[in-house]
């Protein structure tokens, strides 16, 4: 690459800023100026941000292009912001799916799936680009949303110059190495030195300590040597806390006392941030790692007297609060929790956390940003670059919610969180701080210590072809160029790279093999085959017990959907256990769920979950024309009509046993299982004497052998892995009708109109969304109809216990025959794919389905946040969570605009996102 014509603009550049760059920063700078992409890689705070900044001059100062990417909203409002301040609003843009400002201006700041949109449909924008900027590049690690990075660095031009910008990683050089691979000429550099020093401290009821020794006489890089004060201070208080544990109880008791003293708990919020304030620490992000506590945080100091703000800071917050909060309907404020959210932030308190109102959330962040907010309380979404620096961060906790359990932390989220600590340019010092807890073995200073020691963050690619990838590779390139473009990936990179050591565990495997086989005198010696006869009985048992559930079940639910009004069933799960009469038929055949009363007055629905034998009709009953199950006293009453009823009738007990005598057996037998049996009896090993004691050593070869073919499963499917999932696609897409066969042997493959139309869908369950609007399955819906199937796609119950129940009383009959046919869909596309081995598309999940729908027909805040709490079984849904899905609906109702087929399903999204965005939806929609 030649040298830039624009040598000087470095200087010009430079001279224009407040500050001397950093190594770092002027290394990567000059790298940009000869032309290079770079790759930056420096701690939280460290100003990696100038190098972006650096790639917006270039480009204004030669009269072209620079996208700047985020992963996140918030953090393209805030990067628009800071750029708008510098160049002026007309040469910046901003553009983040649902909002659009100045798209045509030479910088256009935008999120990451923007920019992958923009290169799919070749967009006119991209004329001139020479630079394009990926903050908080380390995010393609993100399991939903990280395959957008890798996708954009793929497809960009080879002209474009691409200025990565990362948290410190481990594996810097090896990401490095294959964006160089990629993107040809590209400049890593690596930067750990943090520009504001950090302190780690621990806090010990109400007393600050300093986590390392840092008067030995270490640099603080090498500092490794837990502070012995700390230590002696933590078993004085634990031997206080034995001692008081076997104190007398005095005259009014007799034996030792067992409970903890007050004094001996983790100090309350309160007085942690009191303490902070005390010790000239704040302003502080408090990480809590749940919602619920970030909320329980705030409430707990507005309870107190604590207040951190002076009466002219007051007057400023409320300038802010007023001028933010504006457009908020007066109606919505008190469901919003807005009077508490205010009284917080006057005292110079909040929550951050991606429930909140995002409008809530955009204040938090302008009055932190300002000093004005002295004490916030988050979740670790405030890690992900948001610029909220805070002189100390605390951590309440080292273990947190991964989505399936709790965990500790990790090093490198330590890292990613404490990093937040320290202003540039405000403070000379950042200060790191965890809560002693004697109950949470995590919290043990040697325990935080390595943490805090420990620089191990790697990056791993997330990377894997979607079908709307896959369709819109097809339709740029052809299957050849699109898997030759797959194996160019990161994730492919990393593959190849980790088949090295598995070969070499396969060779150590294959030598433990020929050690353990000499003990038995050979890997030909009978006893291998007696044991793995063995492992096929076990097997085969395990297989025929699994059998036996699935056909029962299968049996209860056709049992299920056979019933009818009025038949008397045994009922024997659980509190429910007992007689029942149905009272109305089960509606979806695939998910049968029977209304029913039981003898004890209970009402409810049952699936196959509520019945472990079977359901067959013990008899019939009649039932008054329309039972109102719902009123105690109807209740009563049928279930007094049922126990009637049921004299005389034979219980399934007794129906089950006459069955059995009258077989003459008990189960149904097993062929294979017993010509294995006898194998194992006729074998030679089976009389062997000292059968049990080479049964041990054979199983120990068979072992090593199952351990050492998995390992060569594990190079299989790591080489070329990517493109074989892309020819499954491709397959399932062809088969389908997505992608046309060649019209002559040979000839080009060609992505049919069906095709085109999943090429513009960008949704995590693009394929069932093509699927319903090819098929008519959203047409002749009103509005808020569609709205509400739509967000039976987008919306994902949180918990992790999977999507919600079927919505068998959705409110409108369309809506009813629209959500059964999109069930339908997904049943059959989850098939499919099951079949062709590519991962199943999420279920619908139709939680949010009745709320959508009476948001989009009365605008009602309050109404539509208790029917969520409805649907959710009494959990309620916050306010930012709702606004979060609506805006999603949106989302996917405008690409069913641009993309349906049917001109009146088209008409319907344009008139549904109308009725969608308003009120609460529509204010702060950036």
Known sequence: MTTSPNAAELQRFTAELPFALDGFQQRACEALERGHGVLVCAPTGAGKTIVGEFAVHLALAAGRKCFYTTPIKALSNQKHTDLVRRYGADRIGLLTGDVSVNSDAPIVVMTTEVLRNMLYANSPALHGLSHVVMDEVHFLADRMRGAVWEEVILHLPDEVRLVSLSATVSNAEEFGGWIQTVRGDTTVIVDEHRPVPLWQHMLVGRRLFDLFDYDSGRSMADQLLVDPELVRHIAHRREADRMNDWQPRGSKGHGPHRGRPSMFRPPARTDVIATLDREGLLPAITFVFSRAGCEGAVKQCLRSSLRLTTDSERARIAEVIDRRCGDLPDADLPVLGYYEFREGLLRGIAAHH???????????????????????????????????????????????????????????????????????????????????????????????????????????????????????????????????????????????????????????????????????????????????????????????????????????????????????????????????????????????????????????????????????????????????????????????????????????????????????????????????????????????????????????????????????????????????????????????????????????????????????????????????????????????ELAAVLSAVVYESRGGDGPSAPLHDAPTAGLRRALARTRKLAGELRADEIRHRISPTREPDEGFVTTMYRWATTGDLTTSLAAAAESGGGTPLSAGDFVRWCRQVLDLLDQVRNAAPAAELRAAAKRAVDDVRRGVVAVDSG
Not at 614 to 639: F, I, W
Request: charge should be neutral; glycine fraction near 8%; charged fraction near 30%.
């Open 354 to 784: 991606a429930g909140m109102l995002p409008i809530f959330r955009h204040t938090v962040e302008e009055l932190f940003a300002a000093g004005l907010t002295k004490a916030v309380f988050a979740t670790e979404t405030l890690a992900l670059g948001i610029n909220m620096p805070a002189r100390t961060v605390v951590l309440e906790r080292l273990v947190k919610f991964n989505g399936e359990q709790h965990a500790p932390l990790t090093p490198g989220e330590y890292t990613q969180l404490t990093g937040r600590a320290g202003r540039r340019g405000i403070d000379v010092e950042g200060h790191a701080v965890v809560i002693w807890n004697p109950s949470d073995s995590s919290s043990e200073p040697a325990e935080v210590a390595g943490l805090a020691s420990t620089r191990t963050f790697p990056l791993k690619s997330s990377f894997a072809p979607s079908y709307n990838m896959t369709i819109n590779l097809v339709s740029q390139m052809g299957p050849a160029q699109a898997r030759h473009l797959l194996e160019q990936s990161f994730a492919q990179y990393q593959a190849d790279r980790s088949v090295v050591g598995l070969v070499r565990g396969t060779e150590r495997g294959e030598k433990m093999l020929d050690e353990i086989a000499a003990e038995l005198g050979g890997r030909d010696d009978p006893i291998l085959d007696y044991a793995r006869l063995r492992v096929k009985i076990s097997e085969r048992e395990r297989a025929q017990a699994r059998s036996s559930r699935v056909q029962r079940r299968a049996a209860i639910n056709d049992a299920l959907g056979a019933l009818r009004r009025g038949d008397i069933i045994a009922l024997s799960q659980g509190r429910r256990g007992g007689l029942a009469v149905v009272l109305e038929p089960a509606r979806d055949a695939d998910d049968p769920r029977p209304l029913v009363l039981s003898e004890h007055r209970w009402a409810g629905r049952i699936s196959s979950a509520d019945c472990s034998g079977a359901v067959a009709p013990l008899g019939t009953m009649s039932l008054p024309k329309r039972v109102e199950h719902r009123q105690p006293r109807v209740r009563r009453d049928v279930a007094s009509a049922l126990r009637s009823a049921a004299d005389g009738l034979v219980m399934p007990e007794e129906r089950d046993s006459r069955r059995r005598r009258g077989s003459g057996q008990d189960e149904d037998i097993d062929a294979e299982l017993v010509d294995l049996r006898n194998q194992l009896r006729r074998h030679p090993g089976h009389s062997a004497a000292d059968r049990e004691v080479k049964v041990r050593i054979a199983e120990r070869y068979l072992r090593v052998e199952r351990d050492n073919a998995q390992l060569r499963q594990k190079i299989s499917a790591a080489t070329n892995s990517l493109a074989r999932t892309f020819d499954r696609i491709v397959g399932l897409l062809s088969e389908r009708g997505f992608i046309a066969a060649p019209e002559s042997e040979g000839g080009p493959v060609v992505v049919a109109d069906d095709g085109r139309l999943l090429a513009r869908i960008y949704n995590e369950s693009d394929l069932l969304v093509a699927e319903c609007l090819r098929s008519g399955a959203w047409n002749d819906l009103a509005p808020a």
